[in-house]
C-alpha cells in the first residue's frame, strides 16, 4: 500500500470516529439538557424518531443510503421488539435529568454482564478465562462507582435498572429469537422508528404529557433548535455505524463506542458540574477498562477447541457485534 492510501485510509478513519464520537456525545448532552427543562420524553422521542424516518427515507430517495422492498412480515417480526426499544428509550431519558452521565455508563456496562449471563443461563455460550475476568472487573467497578457516588439518586437508578433489564432483554431476543430480515440497517431502522409511532402516541395519551405540544411552543428558541438537532444526531449514528462496518472492525467500533461514552461522562461532567470523587472516577475507568477487556476477549471465543462448537459459541457475541440496537440505544444514553 502507497503512502497516499495510507494517508488516505488514515483520514478517512479519523472523519468517521470523529464524526461518531460528536453524534455521540452530542446526542447524550443535548438530550440531558433538553430533559432537564422539558420533561415530555415521549414527545420528544416522537420528534427525534419522526426525523430519523424522514432523513432515512430522504437519504434513501438521494442514493445515500440503500433500502430493500418493506414487506408487512418484516414490521410484524419487529413489533415485539420495538415495544421494549421504545419503553428502553423512555426509561433513558428520564433518568438523564436525575443522574451523572458517568452513571449511564457504569449501568451500560452492568447491562455487558446481564447479557453475558443470560447468554450463559438460556443459550449455553461459553466464556473464557479473560472474559470470565473482564466481567469480573467490570462488576468490581461498578461497586465501587455506585458505593461513592456523589449524583446517587433513588428514582434515576431505579430508571437506569429499569433501562438496563429491558436493553439486556433487548439484545438476547434480537440476537437469537428474532428472524432475520432480507432488509439493511436503514431499513431497519424505519421499521423500529415508525412502528414506535402508534406505541409511544398510545403513551403521550396516557401518561399525563399531553401539554407536551403546548408546552414547545413555550421553549426559548435555541432549546427548539437543540431538540431538532438531537434528532438529527439521532440519524447521524446510524449514518456512522454503517460507514465504520465498512471499513473497521467490530471490536475497534465497540472500543470507540465505550470511548464516546467516556467522553460523554466527562463532557456531560463539565457541563452539568456533576460533584466527582477520585473514587468514582477509578470506579468508572474500572468499569470502561472492563468493557474493552470483554470486547476483545470475547472474540477469541473459548479456549478450549476440542469441545464441540454450539450454536451459541459459533455466532458473533452479541456485545461485540456492531448491531442496530447500538446507535439507536445513543439516543439515550
Not at 414487506?71 to 428502553?88: C, D, G, N, Q, R
Not at 461497586?143 to 439486556?168: C, K, P, Q, R
Request: with cysteine.
Amino acid at each position: 500500500m502507497g503512502r497516499g492510501a495510507v494517508v488516505a485510509e488514515a483520514a478517512q478513519s479519523m472523519f468517521w470516529f470523529g464524526l461518531f464520537m460528536t453524534a455521540s456525545v452530542g446526542m447524550v448532552i443535548f438530550n440531558k439538557l433538553v430533559m432537564q427543562s422539558y420533561d415530555y420524553s415521549t414527545f420528544l422521542l416522537i420528534i427525534q424518531n419522526t426525523i430519523t424516518i424522514v432523513l432515512n427515507l430522504v437519504g434513501t430517495k438521494a442514493g445515500i443510503f440503500t433500502m430493500n422492498e418493506w414487506k408487512v412480515e418484516h414490521f410484524k417480526i419487529w413489533a415485539l421488539p420495538t415495544v421494549t426499544f421504545s419503553i428502553m428509550l423512555v426509561t433513558s431519558l428520564k433518568a438523564l435529568p436525575l443522574v451523572a452521565v458517568a452513571t449511564t455508563v457504569v449501568f451500560r456496562n452492568m447491562g455487558t454482564v446481564l447479557v453475558a449471563c443470560g447468554d450463559a443461563l438460556l443459550f449455553s455460550k461459553e466464556f473464557n478465562r479473560d472474559m470470565k475476568i473482564a466481567i469480573g472487573v467490570i462488576l468490581a467497578g461498578s461497586l465501587v462507582y455506585s458505593y461513592y457516588d456523589m449524583n446517587f439518586n433513588a428514582l434515576g437508578y431505579m430508571w437506569m435498572a429499569a433501562n438496563t433489564s429491558i436493553f439486556t432483554c433487548n439484545v438476547l431476543y434480537e440476537k437469537y429469537a428474532v428472524t432475520s430480515v432480507d432488509q439493511t440497517a436503514v431499513g431497519i431502522s424505519c421499521y423500529q422508528n415508525i412502528l414506535s409511532l402508534p406505541i409511544l402516541t398510545v403513551a403521550l395519551m396516557t401518561s399525563g404529557e399531553t401539554g407536551a405540544f403546548d408546552a414547545w411552543f413555550f421553549l426559548p428558541g435555541y432549546m427548539q433548535v437543540i431538540i431538532l438537532l438531537s434528532g438529527f444526531f439521532g440519524c447521524l449514528l446510524s449514518v456512522c455505524y454503517m460507514s465504520l462496518n465498512k471499513f473497521a472492525s467490530p471490536t475497534a467500533i465497540t472500543i470507540a463506542s465505550n470511548l464516546n461514552k467516556l467522553m460523554s461522562a466527562i463532557i456531560g461532567g463539565l457541563v452539568f458540574e456533576s460533584r466527582v470523587t477520585p473514587h468514582t472516577v477509578a470506579g468508572l475507568l474500572i468499569c470502561m477498562a472492563g468493557g474493552y477487556m470483554y470486547s476483545t476477549a470475547s472474540s477469541q471465543g473459548p479456549k478450549d477447541k476440542d469441545k464441540e462448537p454450539d450454536r451459541a459459541s459459533d455466532e458473533q457475541d452479541p456485545l461485540t457485534t456492531t448491531t442496530l440496537e447500538d446507535h439507536e440505544d445513543d439516543k439515550g444514553l
